[in-house]
């Protein structure tokens, strides 16, 4: 392998990116499958959208509906949002905390991978008899009477994803916590590092109960077990504990990265240090922990006791404590800062009133008496969305743009960034506020119609039209990638020109070894104290120019993953107990997965170096950092 | 890292397992995933609780009438001494006594074998006397959550004897050692997952 620029055919290209280790290509394959997903997602919600536009509709079956609308669901956040996520924890993380790679850049490879087959055979159900339709929450009692195999595709599909998403979260953590370049204390941790290592942890003590609950559902509907049945003896509410010790932590694993990038951009975007960077810090691992111990209040309905109930309730609004602590902050840092009023500073600047809006109405959701009322109308929708799309989706929208150039080494267009902000931003609004009052007046959710002497009709089409702003906007976005991408007008290190941490001292993109000397970072907001002190050559660094160790490229990942998605589909249509061939297909799949581990193990990977000569080169030709 | 780089007791270090950096991030990463492990488990032990003895109406097998303690009993110090024989064999390993290594590690998976042997048997006679898998929600709690560690066993069992084939006859090296440490690691994890199954599935199972 060499770091010199070379021609590469499509296939080369194809095999580079199957096979790669490389944190920032699979932040690209993240970014790609997750933005693919996006879109699906939201095609999804436009089919919602249009079949809600108007009273007794009938664009879409009552059956369908059910199936868009679960899918749409659990597409948006386990496929796209989480992904994407990912994608720029991948692309950005190692690069703050000057390390050469990932902890284990195979594994990264293979969380990629896994999550890449659970999705394509989730989406496959549309095609092979049905998506699952017991909406993303998939509540037991709903699920196990579903016919087809919609449920079956949901239980194996998250199975696969999940295990690479908590591989992925292992691998994270023991990044931060073992490969920070000299100097970078915990305490010198970048906002969006340090998100990034309680998502993670977050990512590692929530996926298993999801994966303990979904086990059941399969072995239930597979192997007539009887976890859910209550003629058996079982008992539906289980999963429902079990989704939600997994779904509200799922929330924060959204949100704090979100958080992490939105407080990046306040500090760039406002030419200051960051107001209160301990107290950010704090509040971030305060949220992680209080967020185990909120799951029932999405259960207060179920009828589990005043004293539970009010546990909960408490417990709910503590957790709005830190989470406020946190939009001071960033009040605080922009203010008497010098803004430039940026693409991604308008999301910063938008997420913030949008952000405390759905905040607010959970606090509301948190006294249990008033969501006696709330619950399971269009009020929840409106609540989570203004979370979901007014926090995450903006702060993946406003990551796009800030971390573009890092990522593809040039700068999306900031007029074109500002067309899909005003229209997404005013479609979000348009679409979700209305719906708070849909709530209010009596309209259920996931209703696929409702009758015209309801008095819902005119608030439904406005919310429909708003989504097609929001569309609008994603269009654009879409123009605005392809036009930049033909332009391919290169940018240097710090193209903003106000980084503050050490992913702007690097080229973009960076050199596939990352530094070619490990910078040592001598405080808070590194880059900017060397730019402050008028350093020509970028960074100090810590260690002389030497040979680097490097992993190799594997396609073992693909293989062990791909095993898994065979053996799926042979457990999937076993259960119709009228098929021979499934026992072998599963039997195949997992030999493939096992096998490919095996040969994982055993085979000797001892990586490749690069040569100080090589690296020498690349620095004289401007392509790497270093001393020149 | 030089594979052919030949250690002698005195030059092996204290600690081979976390002498590299490969070693020590597959240290943490390995404690992380077993944190992982331990919120399943704690996620089936709960459910195994919440189903216990819950079954069709009239169902005639329950916990205490069921299970029976002297064949868990010996399953139980046949797997505890497993963990203290890999124990020994870490000993060696750091000792880089590579032949004694292998030899407690072969008895230790000995010891393995003969527990899930035991094992296997004991879910026979249960779905002999008709208490199968789909008999009730008690069944399916019961199976999965001893089945998931009985899973766990023969996991690690396939893992100790891939290790030792593969590094007969080359020894101990820098990259082989975290290796042989993990498993271990991974072996006492499963240990007292058991001693935990043992307490609250079988005794106070038959206390009642």
């Known amino acids: 392998m060499s770091s010199i620029a070379q021609k590469k055919g499509f296939g080369a290209a194809m095999w580079d990116y199957l096979t790669t280790v490389d944190h920032k290509k699979i932040a690209h394959l993240y970014l790609a499958s997750g933005g693919i997903f996006f879109l699906i997602g939201g095609i999804e919600a436009m089919l919602i959208r249009i079949q809600l536009m108007k009273a007794g509709n009938d664009f879409l079956s009552a059956g369908t509906y059910n199936e868009v609308l679960t899918m749409h669901g659990t597409t948006m956040i386990f496929l796209a949002a989480m992904p994407i996520l990912l994608a720029f924890m991948n692309a950005i993380m190692p690069l703050q905390i000057g390390a050469r790679d990932v902890a284990f850049p195979f594994l990264n490879s293979l969380g990629f991978w896994l999550f890449f087959f659970g999705g394509v055979f989730l989406n496959l159900s549309w095609f092979l008899g049905g998506a699952p339709d017991a909406g993303w929450t998939n509540y037991a009692s709903l699920a196990i009477a579903s016919e087809g195999h919609g449920i079956d595709f949901y239980a194996l599909g998250l199975t696969i994803s999940g295990f690479g998403t908590l591989i992925s979260g292992i691998n994270f953590l023991v990044t931060i916590i073992n490969m920070r370049a000299p100097g970078m204390t915990y305490m010198r941790m970048p906002l969006f590092t340090w998100t990034t290592f309680v998502a993670s942890a977050l990512i590692l003590l929530a996926f298993p109960p999801l994966t303990v609950g979904v086990f059941f559902m399969v072995f239930d509907r597979m192997f007539g077990a009887n976890f859910f049945d209550v003629t058996m003896g079982g008992n539906t509410i289980i999963w429902e504990h079990l989704f939600w010790i997994f779904g509200h932590p799922e929330v924060y694993i959204l949100i704090l990265p979100a958080f992490g990038i939105f407080s990046e951009i306040f500090a760039i975007f406002s030419r200051k240090r960051l107001f209160g960077y301990t107290a950010l810090v704090f509040a971030t691992i305060l949220i992680g922990f209080y967020g185990f111990m909120v799951w029932a209040h999405h259960m207060f309905t179920v009828g589990l006791g005043p004293t539970a109930n009010a546990v909960f309730a408490l417990a709910t609004m503590i957790i709005a404590v830190p989470t406020g602590v946190k939009i001071f902050n960033w009040l605080l840092t922009i203010w008497g800062g010098s803004i430039s009023f940026t693409t991604p500073m308008m999301y910063a600047i938008g997420f913030i009133p949008s952000f405390v809006a759905g905040g607010v109405t959970g606090v509301m959701q948190a006294i249990a008496p008033l969501d006696y009322q709330l619950h399971d109308s269009y009020f929840i929708v409106a609540h989570f969305h203004y979370v979901i799309v007014g926090g995450v989706v903006l702060a993946i929208l406003a990551a796009t743009h800030l971390y573009w150039p890092k990522m593809f080494g040039t700068m999306l267009s900031e007029k074109l960034g500002k067309w899909t902000f005003w229209l997404f931003f005013i479609g979000f609004h348009l679409t979700f506020f209305i719906q708070h009052f849909l709530g209010l007046m009596g309209m259920p959710r996931r209703v696929y119609t409702f009758g015209a002497d309801q008095g819902w009709d005119l608030f439904n089409a406005i919310s429909s039209v708003g989504a097609v702003f929001m569309a609008a906007g994603v269009i654009i976005l879409l123009v605005n990638v392809v036009m930049t991408s033909i332009k391919n007008e290169r940018v240097g290190n710090d193209p903003w020109g106000d980084g503050r941490t050490l992913e702007w001292a690097i080229a973009s993109p960076p050199p596939f070894y990352n530094f070619a000397q490990t910078p040592l970072v001598r405080g808070l907001d590194t880059f900017w104290i060397e730019k402050m002190e008028g350093n020509k050559e970028g960074m100090v660094y810590a260690e002389p120019l030497e040979e680097i160790h490097m992993p190799n490229g594997s396609f073992v990942p693909v293989v062990m993953s791909f095993g898994l998605f065979v053996a799926s589909f042979g457990a999937l249509y076993n259960m119709d107990g009228d098929k021979g061939w499934t026992i072998p297909v599963i039997i195949i799949g997992l030999a493939i997965t096992f096998g490919s581990m095996l040969f994982r193990s055993l085979k000797d990977d001892l990586g490749f170096h690069i040569s100080k000569e090589e690296l020498m080169r690349d620095v004289k030709g401007g392509k790497s950092d270093g001393l020149k | ?208």
């Open chain 2, 1 to 208: 890292m030089d594979l052919n780089k030949k250690y002698t007791p005195q030059s092996w270090p204290d600690h081979p397992e976390t002498a590299t950096m490969e070693g020590k991030n597959k240290f943490i990463g390995f404690w992380l995933l077993l944190a992982a492990e331990t919120v399943t488990f704690a996620s089936l032990f709960a459910t195994y609780l919440a189903l216990k003895d819950k079954g069709p109406s009239g169902m005639e097998f329950a916990a205490s009438n069921l299970f029976e303690l002297p064949l868990v009993f010996a399953m139980t110090m046949i797997l505890l001494t497993s963990s203290l024989t890999s124990v020994y064999a870490m000993y060696h390993m750091k000792n880089h006594n590579f032949k004694a290594m292998q030899a407690w590690l072969g008895i230790t998976v000995l010891l393995g074998a003969t527990f899930l042997g035991l094992e296997i048997y004991e879910f026979n006679h249960y779905v002999h006397l008709g208490f199968g898998y789909t008999h009730s929600a008690f069944s399916a709690a019961f199976y999965t959550l001893v089945g998931t560690h009985g899973a766990h066993v023969l996991f690690g069992l396939c893992w100790f004897i891939a290790l030792m084939v593969r590094n007969s006859k080359r020894g101990l090296n820098m990259y082989n050692a975290p290796k042989f440490y993990l498993v271990s690691l991974y072996w006492h994890f499963i240990d007292v997952v058991w001693v935990f199954i043992f307490t609250v599935v079988y005794l106070m199972g038959v206390i009642g």
